[in-house]
């Protein structure tokens, strides 16, 4: 019962920021654990953060750890990737993604996906 629509990607300088957002469709974005996860051609998706449901509990992996920071506006049923230092390695599709586990850390965990948004890192 949930649509998502990422937002934000572009081209970046390496050590450059951008914010990704995910913007949920109707009123019950709250009951769901959201993530994101990133791919490039040849690979399999791959996770990068999570925030749950149920109190704040965040999770990185990682290659981000330090530098990406998630969040979410429940009030606005909006979830967000902030993404500082990047690097030509963060090249990749990023997908926004919800579910109902408490907290999913891998593609399983998730039932709801967005379509993607570009991010590219020149170096």
């Known amino acids: 019962q949930v649509q998502l629509v990422e937002s934000g990607g572009g081209l970046v300088q390496t050590g450059g920021s951008l914010r990704l957002s995910c913007a949920a469709s109707?009123?019950?974005?709250?009951?769901?654990?959201m993530g994101w996860f990133r791919q490039t051609p040849g690979k399999e998706r791959e996770f990068v953060a999570t925030f749950s449901y149920d109190g704040g509990t965040t999770y990185y992996a990682d290659s981000v750890k330090g530098r990406f920071t998630i969040s979410r506006d429940n009030g606005k049923n909006t979830g967000y990737l902030q993404m500082n230092s990047l690097k030509p390695e963060d090249t990749a599709v990023y997908y926004c993604?919800?579910?109902?586990?408490?907290?999913?850390?891998?593609?399983?965990?998730?039932?709801?996906w967005g379509q993607g948004t570009q991010v590219t890192v020149s170096s």
């Open positions: 109707g009123r019950t974005f709250s009951s769901y654990s």
């Open positions: 993604a919800a579910g109902r586990a408490i907290l999913p850390v891998n593609r399983y965990g998730f039932t709801y």
